[in-house]
């Protein structure tokens, strides 16, 4: 402080006698960096839930979609963006001033109807979704024949390791690093040499390829759906709890959440660039059919795609356990935090490992109904995701809980456009799933 | 066994009893924004048990 006062002396005395441009510039040097350091020290759960965001359902997603718009739906993306992060930096300020994670909130504020109808769907849509991030990373990893279960056993022993040993910075620190593995995508592009004007055109001028159409609502909705999950508000809000945030570290948390926005947007659009550019046209259904079209066209881009793959489904595993055991820690009363050795925490690690082995024992059954898991999730998310988002905004209008920092009458527009747009789209499209004629 | 569902039918009493009484003032936004949601989930859970029943059906 006695340091920040004196640099601040400086850079004005020498803004007021027009000398020492080096001190003034040494000020600013100072303050850059110290904020960077704080930053560093504080951003990890924006990040982490928004990369892990693009799951190994999400990169299916936006292979799919480039494979089949070229790069005609990335200015969409480019708003789901914003989108995701304002939602998602309400969690903070609840997390940050709250200090309780999303699932007592919502029991503590709504009662017991409201809390178990949230704890139940969400243990059921994170398992399920679990299911899902497994049937992604087995699939990215039969393209180096690399059998089902040798996968589920690694991950499982990864997944296990990664919370065991005892400290939510180190748990943090290895995330992020799984997180910069996701940027692989970026060199993917550069590969195929896309039309730098044609993905200009895609990013800037919003249309829609062929028309709205019932095929290309359903892309639409499809890429919300992966954009702006339930999992992820819990998820957010405990690790921002866990971490220890306070009131004065919203700010960081608001950055860290946005860089994370920027990430997951980024990383989206060089998927859909890639498949856009090499496979439009080509009847793609899943990503780690993209990948094995890709290796035909150049030895390194199916790899890097099944890595990217691979990747995505394991972040978003990591994250979704993680969801599922806080909740069940914070309503039960358990110890719940990843800074707690198992003696100490019995339940919330065994909670754990019992989502992360049954779900990977599920793919490994000769003929489990997976196609049928992987929509049944997306169906299944939309009875939460309206609860989850209407509970947050009437938690952030808690002046009693939130203080100085419930939601501004402008926040509070946005907001509610956003909920009702996206209550809407994402009931569209479970309707569309389960009724495939609906809107034809 | 039994401890084991003794213990945990006993905590998710002590749960219901904790939480019984929501700490949310009901303001009429949001006793209507609680409406529209219980509204909501009927209608969502009527058009699942109608495609499970048509499923059976099929």
């Known amino acids: 402080m006695q340091e920040e006062i004196k640099a601040k002396v400086l850079a004005g005395g020498a803004r007021r006698y ?24 504080i951003s990890g759960p924006g990040i982490i839930v928004m990369v892990a965001d693009n799951d190994a359902g999400g990169i299916t997603t936006y292979a799919v979609t480039g494979a089949r718009y070229g790069y005609g739906l990335i200015w969409f993306l480019i708003l789901l963006g914003p989108v995701a992060y304002y939602i998602q930096e309400m969690t903070v300020r609840l997390g940050a001033v709250t200090k309780r994670g999303h699932a007592e909130a919502i029991f503590e504020s709504f009662g017991i109807f409201w809390g178990w109808f949230s704890l139940c769907d969400l243990v ?75 993905v200009m055109q895609g990013a800037l001028i919003p249309g829609f390829p062929g028309g709205l159409n019932s095929d290309i609502f359903f892309f639409l909705m499809a890429n919300i759906g992966t954009t702006i999950a339930p999992w ?4 957010q809000q405990s690790a921002v709890v866990d971490k220890g945030m306070d009131e004065k570290d919203i700010p960081f948390g608001k950055v860290d959440t946005f860089v994370g926005a920027m990430f997951t947007v980024l990383l989206a659009a060089f ?45 978003g595993a990591i994250c979704i356990s993680l969801a599922t055991s806080w909740a069940f820690g914070e309503i039960f009363g358990w110890a719940h935090s990843l800074n707690n050795k198992i003696k100490e925490a019995p339940w919330f690690y065994g909670s754990y490992f019992i989502a992360v082995i049954t779900a990977g024992m599920v793919v490994l059954i000769p003929g489990a109904p997976l196609v049928m898991i992987t929509l049944f999730v997306q169906v299944i998310a939309v009875t939460l995701l309206p609860a989850v988002l209407v509970f947050l905004t009437l938690l952030l209008n808690d002046a009693e809980l939130m203080g100085e920092y419930k939601n501004t009458l402008f926040q509070n527009t946005i907001s509610v456009m956003i909920v009702v747009t996206i209550i809407t789209l994402s009931t569209l499209y479970a309707v569309s799933l389960l009724f495939p004629n609906a809107f034809k | 066994m039994r401890e084991f569902f003794k213990y945990h039918f006993n905590k998710i009493r002590e749960i219901n009893r904790k939480y019984a009484k929501p700490r949310a003032t009901m303001t009429k936004g949001t006793g209507l924004a609680l409406l529209i949601l ?21």
Not at chain 1, 25 to 41: E, H, P, Q, S, T
Not at chain 1, 232 to 235: H, L, N
């Open chain 1, 18 to 41: 027009g000398i020492g441009v080096i001190p003034r510039l040494y000020y600013y040097y100072r303050r850059v960096a110290k904020w960077l350091a704080i930053f560093l020290a």
């Open chain 1, 124 to 198: 059921l849509i994170d398992w399920l979704t679990l299911v899902t991030e497994f049937i992604g990373m087995t699939a990215a990893l039969s393209i180096f024949h690399i059998p089902p279960f040798v996968t589920v056993i690694i991950v499982s022993v990864v997944m296990s390791i990664m919370v065991l040993q005892g400290r939510y910075w180190t748990w943090e620190k290895i995330a992020l690093l799984f997180c910069g593995v996701n940027l692989i995508y970026i060199p993917c592009a550069f590969i195929v040499h896309p039309s730098v004007s044609g």
């Open chain 1, 232 to 235: 992820m508000i819990f998820f």
């Open chain 1, 271 to 315: 998927v859909i660039i890639v498949t856009g550019t090499v496979l439009k046209g080509v009847p793609i259904e899943s990503a780690d059919q993209a990948s094995r079209a890709l290796i035909g066209v150049h030895k390194y881009l199916g790899t890097f795609l099944a890595i990217g793959l691979f990747d995505a489904g394991f972040l």
């Open chain 2, 38 to 58: 219980r509204v909501y989930l009927i209608i969502l859970m009527g058009i699942l048990f109608f495609k499970f029943i048509t499923i059976l059906k099929g």
